[in-house]
């Protein structure tokens, strides 16, 4: 079975433009959490959903950052205008309903906003 | 708040060394995760413990849970450059919908 899928890898872009990171949970799976990550704060919990649902989205640091899950097979996560201070590398994971709250990890999405 | 304290932040040893990272909270979780991140990649699962006093092992990787399930720790016997990494705990709450509380991480560096 294939993991989390995370698109784009590394996300270069310029202050003030609009970016899209996307992501695919692993099949079957009926949470999704976005992260961010940084050396500073470490690893943050932006938002996350159940059954396709948001749940919480207390971490999401500014209104310039949305998320939304149309379907149980696809996230994305904008943020607009993005600033220099948005870079990170942000983490997708899901999780299914059982008992033992394991979550799986994509490969992130590095981002530069210069 | 759940917290999860993580120590030491940063350690560097030499090959063969063993070493022991600890994972401590004042709340009681239902479950708790350790995870391996390599740089460049995702946090990757390396086991699971739910019951009070569990002890997991995983090659020279052993994990223990606390009784009050309250703490952990990981143990690595004969450490290896390949153990390099960053490790992180989660615990996790009796109702399995909420999110995972993680701790800030130990950065471990294994020199050969």
């Known amino acids: 079975d294939a993991g989390v899928i995370q698109s784009p890898r590394h996300e270069v872009t310029e202050m003030g433009q609009e970016v899209t990171l996307r992501c695919k949970p692993i099949?079957?799976?009926?949470?999704l959490f976005w992260y961010r990550q940084t050396m500073m704060r470490g690893l943050e919990l932006l938002i996350y959903?159940?059954?396709?649902?948001?749940?919480?989205d207390s971490g999401m640091p500014e209104d310039r950052f949305s998320a939304k899950m149309p379907n149980a097979s696809f996230s994305t996560l904008k943020i607009q205008p993005s600033e220099p201070r948005d870079s990170a590398v942000y983490f997708c994971?899901?999780?299914?309903?059982?008992?033992?709250?394991?979550?799986?990890f994509g490969p992130g999405t590095r981002l530069t906003v210069l | 708040t759940q917290l999860l304290e993580q120590s030491p932040q940063f350690l560097s040893i030499q090959e063969g060394e063993n070493l022991t990272v600890y994972c401590n909270s004042s709340?009681?979780?239902?479950?708790l995760q350790w995870y391996r991140q390599e740089p460049g990649e995702g946090p990757v699962l390396l086991v699971t413990?739910?019951?009070?006093?569990e002890v997991k092992k995983l090659k020279r990787l052993t994990f223990q849970f606390g009784d009050a399930r309250k703490d952990s720790s990981l143990h690595i016997t004969a450490a290896q450059p390949g153990d390099t990494g960053l490790y992180l705990c989660?615990?996790?709450?009796?109702?399995?919908?909420?999110?995972?509380?993680f701790g800030k991480g130990t950065r471990l560096s294994v020199i050969a």
């Open positions: 099949s079957g799976h009926n949470s």
């Open positions: 709340s009681v979780f239902s479950s």
């Open positions: 413990v739910v019951t009070g006093g």
């Open positions: 959903f159940n059954n396709n649902v948001p749940i919480d």
């Open positions: 989660a615990g996790g709450a009796n109702s399995g919908n909420t999110p995972l509380v």
């Open positions: 994971a899901s999780r299914s309903g059982g008992n033992y709250n394991e979550q799986f």
